[in-house]
């Protein structure tokens, strides 16, 4: 069989988009198989998704999708808090002209999909946004330590979204990033960015005391 060696990043593809459900069991046979790589290769690839927090590795009992629980959710958000806010902060520092006319676009942009009602849209200049101030900032570690978390918060992340009037809160913090982001005001960029993240934090944390505790 040929092997396929970029199976982790497609497994881990597969799990963020929901390819897999929460505490799905994930059989190595049937895996080697859809991947076409050796029970070697997906082994290893199971391992790192462990050590993403993606996975959970049992003894005798196999591998299967980790479930975050919106308790986790809010301890994970909180260390997003203190890093996106760094990444900020060094956005503001590095900015360009021609990366500070994109960011103030992408808001007025957001601007256009609230009053149009368009949430899909408004859900994708978010990303955008978030992933545009971590190019400027260049922050390599930074970066990775953020791809980790966010991949374990993508269900909670669309579970965000689908709260009533969740763009109209986080519109007016997104403007303000941009505009300490724009001003090159690295204060003003991490103060904002640590606000509009704990805002976020506020809400898992009443979906974390609505959960039953099982």
């Known amino acids: 069989m040929p092997e396929n060696p970029d199976v982790r990043s497609k497994l881990r593809s597969a799990i963020l988009r929901g390819a897999y459900a929460p505490r799905q069991r994930l059989i190595e046979a049937d895996l ?15 391992i790192q998704l462990e050590a993403e927090g993606l996975v959970e590795l049992t003894p005798n009992r196999g591998a299967r999708v980790r479930e975050i629980t919106p308790a986790e959710a809010v301890e994970i958000t909180e260390i997003r808090q203190s890093v996106e ?10 900015v360009t002209e021609e990366q500070i006319i994109f960011l103030r676009q992408v ?10 009602h368009e949430l899909m849209r408004y859900s994708e200049l978010n990303s ?18 953020l791809e980790q978390l966010n991949g374990q918060m993508v269900r909670h992340q669309f579970q965000l979204f689908l709260v009533p009037g969740r763009p109209n809160t986080s519109f007016p913090e997104h403007l303000d ?20 993240v704990g805002s976020v934090i506020a809400t898992l944390t009443q979906f974390a005391e609505a959960t039953p505790v099982h």
Do not use: K, Q, W
Request: glycine share 6%; with cysteine; net charge negative.
């Open 32 to 46: 080697a198989e859809e991947y076409g790589a050796s029970r070697f290769v997906l082994r290893n690839a199971l």
């Open 85 to 94: 806010g760094l990444v900020a902060a060094r956005a503001a520092e590095r």
């Open 107 to 116: 808001g007025e942009d957001m601007r256009e999909a609230i009053e149009n």
């Open 128 to 145: 955008l946004l978030h992933g545009t101030i971590r190019d400027i900032a260049e922050h390599a570690a930074a970066n990775r330590v």
């Open 177 to 196: 990033i941009i505009e300490g982001v724009c001003t090159r005001d690295p204060h003003r960029a991490r103060a904002a960015m640590e606000t509009h």
